[in-house]
């Protein structure tokens, strides 16, 4: 069964510093690995999605990497924002099952 | 409009009664979710649609839950007999199904049975 872990789980960082979110998973046969941003009370917002035969994507400040073998993915964030300031969630879609498997997430507190 | 649409986005329901949460996919998209998410975890799979049927419905707790998609298009969970534990945000995504398979989510509905 595929489990998803996310380190760590809150984070806080004065504004301008670049930081890295991690997410790990247990199953490597994964088809693709999704980043989502969550606000309070809200619904996600797809960031990045990386599809299995690729190493990584960018987006903006945002960069996101994948090391299939090892199960470990990273978000990168370049000179953070206090609108950055949210949840941020890992999710792995296994091949051939189209579901999304979550981490529990890491909370992010930009301070201006 | 472009995105996954929820309504209601809260119901407030009392232990027993039966609920009906509803997702308008993103046109185009033949397959959707439903997942649940409790307070400070992450979103867990409910059920997935490609076009009319469900394809995978392992993430049913039990047979209280279940959810339709008549037309290929709109979808509707449905809750019976609704329990306090049953209280959380239940979220519904979209996606073209194949391809890259990027699913994009709505707002969600909160769900509290008292």
């Known amino acids: 069964k595929q489990e998803v872990t996310q380190i760590p789980a809150a984070l806080s960082v004065p504004e301008g510093e670049n930081l890295v979110l991690n997410c790990s998973f247990t199953?490597?046969?994964?088809?693709?690995l999704q980043w989502f941003r969550q606000d309070p009370g809200k619904g996600l917002t797809s960031l990045l999605l990386?599809?299995?035969?690729?190493r990584e994507q960018t987006s903006g400040r945002l960069n996101a990497s994948l090391d299939k073998s090892s199960g470990r993915s990273t978000l990168y964030i370049a000179a953070s924002q206090p609108g950055d300031s949210a949840t941020y969630l890992c999710?792995?879609?296994?091949?051939?099952?189209?579901?999304?498997?979550f981490g529990t997430g890491t909370r992010l507190l930009v301070s201006p | 409009g472009a995105g996954v649409s929820q309504t209601p986005s809260n119901k407030v329901t009392e232990k027993g009664k039966y609920v009906e949460l509803r997702c308008d996919p993103i046109?185009?998209?033949?397959?959707l979710y439903w997942y649940r998410q409790s307070l400070g975890q992450g979103p867990e799979f409910l059920i997935y649609?490609?076009?009319?049927?469900?394809?995978?419905d392992s993430g049913l707790p039990n047979d209280r839950f279940f959810a339709v998609r008549p037309e290929g298009s709109v979808s509707t969970l449905k809750i019976q007999r609704t329990e306090r534990g049953d209280s959380a945000v239940y979220l519904c995504?979209?996606?073209?199904?194949?391809?890259?398979?990027?699913?994009?989510f709505g707002p969600g509905t909160r769900l509290t049975v008292l």
């Open positions: 995504a979209s996606s073209h199904g194949q391809g890259n398979n990027e699913q994009f």
């Open positions: 199953d490597s046969a994964i088809y693709n």
């Open positions: 990386i599809q299995s035969s690729q």
């Open positions: 999710a792995v879609e296994d091949t051939g099952f189209q579901k999304l498997v």
């Open positions: 046109s185009g998209h033949t397959a």
């Open positions: 649609f490609q076009g009319t049927g469900a394809a995978d």
